[in-house]
Structures are given as C-alpha cells and as structure tokens.
C-alpha cells in the first residue's frame, strides 16, 4: 500500500469513526455532516433504500425517534480498497414507532454488519446494513421460532394455508416410503 493510499484509508476510517460517535450521541446534524452530497443509505433486511441527503435524515430521524438510547459498539473493522465494513453491536430500548411497529418498550441487542462506500472527496457515500431481521423481531416480541410450542401456534394462525400444506407433504401416505407422490 502506498503512503496516498493509507493516509486516504486512515481518512475514510476517521470519517466512519466520527460518524459512528454522531451516533451514539444523537446528534443527527452531526451524523449528516459525515455523508458526501449524494448519500444513501440501505437497510438490506428490510429492502428499505433511503436515497439522497433527505432521504437519508428520515432514516436516522425514525432509527433514533425508536431508540432513543441507540449505542453502537464496533468490534472489528475490515479495510478494502473502496469501502470499510465494520461488525458491530446495537443495543437500544423500542421506545417510539418503528417500521409500522408500537414501541413495545423492550430491549435489544443484535450483531450488525455495515459496510461503508465513499465519494470523492472521502465523506459517506453510502451505508449499507445487515442484521439478522427475525433476531431483532424475536427480542420485540414479534417473532417466535417455529420450532418452539408458542411459535408453533403463532406460525399456525398466522399462515393457515402453508402450514396445511406442509402437514400435508409430511404426513406418511405421502412420505417417499409410502410409494405415494408428495401432495401438491
């Protein structure tokens, strides 16, 4: 690596570390500052592709409007030649409407993934996330596993129609012992 390229390297990593505090502070006007003009910001989980400086402010206006004590712990940071990709822990308590969802008051606490692109001029281009989606549902209360008794019945009233299926493709006169073709 040459002496350009890692003091542009310790630049971009200086622009997420900051962008990173912003974060745990709330302060969102902060937060802002570290994006380039042409900002986006993309929440993979939930197909959520936030557009524009605009656009990415609505995102950090509902994410701390929803957990208003976010903190972010950074684990491990990864450098490529055009991004950084940090691992980190969210923590934050459900107090305030998010994703059509009532705060529901409980805690959570899940691994994320964030991978950062820069513009020209080594401000934020774009973030992109990713988290395990049901992991954070299951600690709202929203998700049981399917496996469990609770998440059984949930799974059962939720999707009547899938779930007959699938007793149906299991049951022994259409198991491949039986001879009999699976049920459609």
Same mark, same amino acid.
């Given at each position: 690596?040459?002496?350009?390229?890692?003091?542009?390297?310790?630049?971009?990593?200086?622009?997420?570390?900051?962008?990173?505090? @912003?974060?745990?502070?709330?302060?969102?006007?902060?937060?802002?500052?570290?994006?380039?003009?042409?900002?986006?910001?993309?929440?993979?989980?939930?197909?959520?592709?936030?557009?524009?400086?605009?656009?990415?402010?609505?995102?950090?206006?509902?994410?701390?409007?929803?957990?208003?004590?976010?903190?972010?712990?950074?684990?491990?940071?990864?450098?490529?030649?055009?991004?950084?990709?940090?691992?980190?822990?969210?923590?934050?308590?459900?107090?305030?409407?998010?994703?059509?969802?009532?705060?529901?008051?409980?805690?959570?606490?899940?691994?994320? @993934?964030?991978?950062?692109?820069?513009?020209?001029?080594?401000?934020?281009?774009?973030?992109?996330?990713?988290?395990?989606?049901?992991?954070?549902?299951?600690?709202?209360?929203?998700?049981?596993?399917?496996?469990?008794?609770?998440?059984?019945?949930?799974?059962?009233?939720?999707?009547?129609?899938?779930?007959?299926?699938?007793?149906?493709?299991?049951?022994?006169?259409?198991?491949?012992?039986?001879?009999?073709?699976?049920?459609?």
């Amino acid at each position: 690596m040459s002496l350009l390229e890692a003091e542009r390297v310790h630049a971009r990593m200086a622009v997420v570390d900051e962008h990173i505090r @912003c974060e745990n502070r709330h302060d969102l006007d902060a937060v802002m500052a570290t994006f380039g003009m042409d900002a986006r910001y993309d929440d993979e989980p939930w197909g959520d592709h936030r557009t524009g400086r605009d656009g990415v402010r609505s995102y950090y206006t509902e994410l701390m409007r929803a957990l208003p004590d976010l903190a972010i712990e950074v684990k491990h940071r990864h450098v490529a030649s055009e991004s950084l990709v940090l691992e980190v822990t969210i923590r934050g308590t459900h107090l305030g409407p998010w994703r059509g969802l009532p705060a529901t008051g409980r805690r959570m606490e899940f691994p994320l @993934c964030g991978v950062y692109a820069f513009d020209a001029d080594d401000r934020l281009a774009g973030e992109r996330i990713y988290y395990d989606r049901g992991a954070v549902l299951g600690q709202l209360g929203l998700f049981h596993e399917p496996s469990g008794g609770l998440g059984r019945v949930v799974t059962a009233l939720s999707h009547p129609v899938t779930i007959a299926r699938a007793y149906l493709r299991r049951s022994p006169r259409n198991s491949p012992e039986s001879g009999s073709p699976p049920a459609a």
